[in-house]
């Protein structure tokens, strides 16, 4: 008898809460469907994937403000040296001058860039003015040839230009930079390479969030004797009294090389300086990225899990009042 009134008792409520009450219940536009949410439990799952996003991202916020710090500190050690380098090629601007419209044969174009990235545009910028160059100083009877200091010029030019590439020379800032290191390598680059003008692209320093790509040029002693024979810019090196046994040749051959180690000198300073200029300001963007994908996310996981615990309470409510009924 008792199981028998059970079974009557259950035909009864059966339809109070068949399926097609509670989906009508979900089906407002507050909440998905059954068929929206998916297997039982993907309201956790979802929440749980929310979690695991803004523990990523608030990692990544770590690691790009420890980035900052470190760019700054090696910033502050760079920006003196800089300042000081500035000195040592001025004089030679003054004596020789700095004729980037000097149309010669052999044109060498020495791009420097960083060998790291996550430093914003700087190096596209300088692969980009060298690709200017070589495309301006390229012609029936001119060759323009590349030098490369930095891994992410050599990865950028080495598509394009494979065959013209005439030195590449990389991890240039593994050990602090000094003059003696850049006079060895200019020596190198004078050793290994034909030129009439040497351009030197790079980025000069101004403040931490500006830079200015910037084209050095350094010609060679024939370039400056012609050009001093015409009475160009270099017309005034004959008002000059030389001493010593030396010959005026022998004199601007040294004076060029001098000129480019120094000028490489300051270049290759200079970029640095930019680059952990960029790359603070980089991490300071990603940083605040980061804080503002953290405040959504934040704002998505507390909605998320509201709606699931009123969804909760709307299909208990719902159970009792059938029950009741």
Same mark, same amino acid.
């Given at each position: 008898?008792?199981?028998?009134?059970?079974?009557?008792?259950?035909?009864?409520?059966?339809?109070?809460?068949?399926?097609?009450?509670?989906?009508?219940?979900?089906?407002?536009?507050?909440?998905?469907?059954?068929?929206?949410?998916?297997?039982?439990?993907?309201?956790?799952?979802?929440?749980?994937?929310?979690?695991?996003?803004?523990?990523?991202? @608030?990692?990544?916020?770590?690691?790009? +403000?420890?980035? +900052?710090?470190?760019?700054?500190?090696?910033?502050?050690?760079?920006?003196? @040296?800089?300042?000081?380098?500035?000195?040592?090629?001025?004089?030679?601007?003054?004596?020789?001058?700095?004729?980037?419209?000097?149309?010669?044969?052999?044109?060498?174009?020495?791009?420097?860039?960083?060998? $790291? !990235?996550?430093?914003?545009?700087?190096?596209?910028?300088?692969?980009?003015?060298? $690709?200017? &160059?070589?495309?301006?100083?390229?012609?029936? *009877?001119? *060759?323009? +040839?590349?030098?490369?200091?930095?891994? $992410?010029?050599?990865?950028? %030019?080495?598509?394009?230009? @494979?065959?013209?590439?005439? &030195?590449?020379?990389?991890?240039?800032?593994?050990?602090? %930079?000094? =003059?003696?290191?850049?006079?060895?390598?200019?020596?190198?680059? %004078? +050793?290994?390479?034909? =030129?009439?003008?040497?351009?030197?692209?790079?980025?000069?320093?101004?403040?931490?969030?500006?830079?200015?790509?910037?084209?050095?040029?350094?010609?060679?002693? *024939?370039?400056?004797?012609?050009?001093?024979?015409?009475? !160009? @810019?270099?017309?005034?090196?004959?008002?000059?009294?030389?001493?010593?046994? *030396?010959?005026?040749?022998?004199?601007?051959?040294?004076?060029?090389?001098?000129?480019?180690?120094?000028?490489?000198?300051?270049?290759? &300073?200079?970029?640095?300086?930019?680059?952990?200029?960029?790359?603070?300001?980089?991490?300071?963007?990603?940083?605040?990225?980061?804080?503002?994908?953290?405040?959504?996310?934040? &704002?998505?996981?507390?909605?998320?899990?509201?709606?699931?615990?009123?969804?909760?309470?709307?299909?208990?409510?719902?159970?009792?009042?059938?029950?009741?009924?």
């Amino acid at each position: 008898m008792a199981m028998a009134a059970l079974r009557r008792e259950g035909r009864r409520l059966a339809p109070l809460i068949s399926p097609r009450t509670i989906t009508a219940v979900r089906s407002s536009p507050l909440y998905p469907t059954l068929e929206d949410e998916g297997p039982l439990g993907v309201r956790h799952i979802s929440t749980q994937v929310v979690r695991n996003r803004m523990k990523s991202v @608030k990692n990544i916020q770590k690691i790009t +403000k420890a980035m +900052k710090m470190v760019a700054a500190s090696k910033l502050r050690a760079i920006q003196t @040296k800089t300042e000081n380098s500035r000195g040592l090629w001025q004089p030679f601007t003054a004596l020789l001058g700095d004729l980037p419209s000097a149309d010669v044969k052999k044109n060498v174009v020495v791009t420097i860039s960083s060998d $790291k !990235g996550l430093c914003g545009g700087i190096n596209s910028t300088s692969v980009k003015i060298s $690709k200017g &160059l070589h495309k301006l100083n390229s012609g029936p *009877e001119k *060759e323009t +040839k590349y030098v490369i200091l930095g891994e $992410k010029a050599k990865a950028q %030019l080495v598509r394009d230009s @494979k065959k013209d590439i005439e &030195l590449i020379i990389t991890e240039l800032q593994k050990n602090p %930079l000094n =003059y003696t290191q850049v006079s060895v390598l200019a020596d190198e680059i %004078l +050793k290994n390479v034909e =030129y009439d003008a040497l351009r030197i692209v790079f980025n000069k320093f101004q403040s931490v969030v500006s830079f200015v790509p910037t084209v050095s040029t350094v010609l060679s002693t *024939e370039i400056v004797e012609r050009e001093a024979e015409s009475g !160009g @810019k270099l017309g005034d090196l004959d008002s000059y009294e030389v001493e010593g046994g *030396e010959t005026k040749g022998e004199i601007l051959q040294n004076l060029a090389e001098f000129q480019f180690s120094c000028t490489m000198f300051n270049a290759v &300073l200079e970029n640095a300086c930019s680059e952990q200029g960029a790359r603070m300001s980089a991490m300071d963007s990603s940083s605040r990225n980061a804080g503002d994908m953290l405040d959504r996310l934040t &704002l998505t996981y507390n909605r998320t899990r509201q709606a699931s615990i009123t969804t909760e309470l709307i299909e208990i409510i719902s159970g009792a009042s059938a029950l009741e009924g």
